[in-house]
């Protein structure tokens, strides 16, 4: 199966967005709305800033990233990239789902 929404290396990159994210001493606020203004001042669009807080969550310590803002980071060229597969043939049946 083959699950991409397009077999091509990206040219972006969401470094910016982990840089933000990881300048705010989350685990030291008290409100999401905290957390949100503090995002605005490096990603002016909220629609942007509302997507990136669906991984924000509470825990009995505070505020966390539920992702893994360094091995985002870390692996991002992977992530963003697609490999060189050169002649690279399979012959059996394959699935792909295509979305946007």
């Known amino acids: 199966m083959i699950v991409d929404i397009a077999p ?7 470094d910016d967005y982990i840089d933000a994210m990881r300048s705010v001493d989350v ?3 008290t409100r999401r ?9 490096a990603i002016p669009d909220p629609g942007v800033r509302a997507f990136l807080l669906q991984n924000l ?6 505020f966390e990233w539920r992702v893994n803002l360094d091995a ?3 692996n991002m060229e992977d992530i963003i990239g ?6 690279a043939r399979f012959d059996g049946p ?7």
Do not use: I, K, N, Q
Request: hydrophobic fraction near 40%; proline fraction near 5%; aromatic fraction near 10%.
């Open 8 to 14: 091509v290396p990206y040219r972006h990159s969401f």
């Open 27 to 29: 685990a030291g606020m």
């Open 33 to 41: 709305s905290d957390v949100e203004g503090e995002l605005a001042h």
């Open 57 to 62: 969550t509470r825990s009995d310590a505070g």
């Open 72 to 74: 985002l980071a870390m």
């Open 82 to 87: 697609w490999p060189d597969t050169g002649v």
């Open 94 to 100: 394959t699935l792909f789902v295509a979305g946007e």
